[in-house]
């Protein structure tokens, strides 16, 4: 059992950045692949990226490569997803998942473990 908690998440001016965190809890953080999904009103929950457990793979949605970078620390149970050069439509909530396994995924029910969500608000 993971718990997630999401965090960093506001309002931003178009071209902006920001940087999420996901906090976990337990003693087994190193053992999860970790995601970050949005979704926007209306809209499905959809990918946005990736990182396997160790964090030497990382993997992105089209929509985000080369504005955004995500990461891990192990020691300290917690995930970041940065994003630069942000868009009116990165709007959404923003996920934190978790799943057990070793490989790259982008589908949201593969994931068993989620946070609450953050909310990212981006103007133009």
């Known amino acids: 059992q993971v718990q997630l908690v999401e965090s960093g998440g506001g309002l931003v001016q178009a071209g902006g950045s920001l940087r999420l965190s996901c906090a976990a809890s337990?003693?087994?953080?190193?053992?999860?692949?970790m995601g970050w999904f949005r979704q926007a009103p209306g809209k499905e929950r959809e990918f946005v990226a990736t990182i396997l457990r160790s964090g030497g793979t990382t993997y992105y949605a089209d929509s985000v490569k080369g504005r955004a970078t995500i990461s891990r620390d192990n020691a300290k149970n917690t995930v970041y997803l940065h994003m630069n050069s942000l868009k009116p439509e990165d709007t959404a909530v923003y996920y934190c998942?978790?799943?057990?396994?070793?490989?790259?995924?982008?589908?949201?029910?593969?994931?068993?473990?989620w946070g609450q969500g953050t909310q990212v608000t981006v103007s133009s």
């Open positions: 337990g003693r087994t953080f190193s053992s999860y692949t």
């Open positions: 998942a978790a799943r057990v396994g070793a490989f790259v995924t982008t589908t949201a029910r593969n994931y068993g473990y």
